[in-house]
Each structure stands twice: as structure tokens, then as C-alpha cells.
């Protein structure tokens, strides 16, 4: 599918880019300015996203391609449900900034399952520009150490050396009409928040 939605953008990165950080930035300066903004995240916090986030703490124990349709399903659900569906906001005019999308899952799954497939369960619209905070994989896990806690399933060094080259496939097969926007990730968050706006600009419907 090559529809891009207008007035949708995601964050895209390996674990520990910044990437929520910088979400978090960009929102905030676009409410300032007077533009009405939503920020939302995958694997989302509604029903099917909380069992999505059980299986990456390891508190259910499911299959890979069981995942990959959950994940799916999820997105599913959060793009086109009647009551918070992402496509229904931006067509009455919210900008919506998503913490990761289908392309992580292009990504992330792909270590382990069939590229094409995960393609094919994932076939939903592009955002208007994917922001993407290009990491090398010894920061992140710096960050990700950094923070203390339990690592998720697919925070390991391993994973994210295939990852990073996961994200540069998905990258490659962006459709025309979609802005793909590179952070370097070692940039101090204002700098990198300063350049996320100024390349948006151009890209959000007034």
C-alpha cells in the first residue's frame, strides 16, 4: 500500500536512539506554536498492545509469527478504530507523532521471520515523514544499560547490529511521498530537536 496519511509522522530508531525524547520535543514545540497534537506509541497501551508488551517482558511465551499478527493486529486497531483510530485524527486536522510503526516491525521481526511476510501483514499507510535517529548499536547500549532495568526481548547487541540493517532495507522501499529524515543520534537532544523541526517544516498541513 502506497497511501501516505497527511499530517502523520513517526519516530523511528534502535532501542535507546532518543527517539522518544525527541517525540516528546517536537510535540510540545508544535503545541507552542498553535498546531493541536496528539502523541501516541507502538505497541500500544489498549488491549491488544498490553499482551504485545507481555510477550517482550517475557510474562507469555508465544511464537515469532504469532508476534509479528499481534503486532499487526494492534496497529490495526490503532490506526483505524472508530473512536481513537489514527487515520480518523489526522483527517479532522490533529497532527498525530507516533513512537515507532510498521516499520519497526520490518525491523525488529525480521531477525527472525521472512522479510516479505512481515511486509505483507503490515501492508497499512506511510506517514507523511518517518524521523529516523540513526544510532550506532555501542550507544544505544550504553543507553540501554544506562537505564537499569530488565532488558526487553529484542534489547540485545546482537539483535540490533541486524536491526540497524533491517531499518536501512525498510528505508529503501519508501515509497515516493515520503520524507525520510535522518537525526544522528550522537547530537545533544536541543540540537537534534532544533534540526527535527526545521525538516518537518514544509510537511504539516495548516
Do not use: W
Request: charged letters at 25%; glycine letters at 6%.
Amino acid at each position: 500500500m502506497n497511501k501516505v496519511l497527511d499530517n502523520f509522522f513517526v519516530f523511528e530508531g534502535l532501542d535507546g536512539s532518543g527517539k522518544s525524547t525527541q517525540l516528546k520535543l517536537l510535540g510540545n514545540a508544535l503545541i507552542n506554536i498553535g498546531f493541536n497534537v496528539e502523541t501516541t506509541f507502538e505497541p500500544t497501551d489498549n488491549a491488544i498492545g498490553k499482551v504485545v508488551r507481555q510477550a517482550l517482558r517475557h510474562e507469555i511465551i508465544t511464537t515469532p509469527q504469532a508476534l509479528a499478527l499481534l503486532y499487526s493486529a494492534d496497529r490495526h486497531d490503532h490506526l483505524y478504530n472508530p473512536d481513537y483510530g489514527i487515520e480518523k485524527k489526522t483527517k479532522e486536522g490533529t497532527i498525530v507523532l507516533s513512537d515507532r510503526y510498521f516499520y519497526s516491525s520490518l525491523a525488529y521481526q525480521t531477525v527472525q521471520l521472512d522479510f516479505d511476510y512481515v511486509k505483507t501483514i503490515n501492508n497499512y499507510p506511510h506517514p507523511r515523514c518517518v524521523i529516523y535517529l540513526d544510532a550506532p548499536v555501542s550507544l544505544c547500549m550504553e543507553r540501554i544499560n544506562s537505564r537499569g532495568e530488565a532488558k526487553e526481548l529484542f534489547e540485545k547487541e546482537e539483535y540490533l547490529k541486524s536491526v540497524r540493517e533491517n531499518f536501512e532495507k525498510a528505508f529503501r522501499e519508501l515509497p515516493e511521498g515520503v520524507k525520510l529524515i535522518r537525526i544522528p543520534a550522537e547530537l545533544s537532544a536541543v540540537e537534534a530537536s532544533l534540526l527535527v523541526l526545521k525538516e518537518i517544516e514544509g510537511y504539516i498541513n495548516h
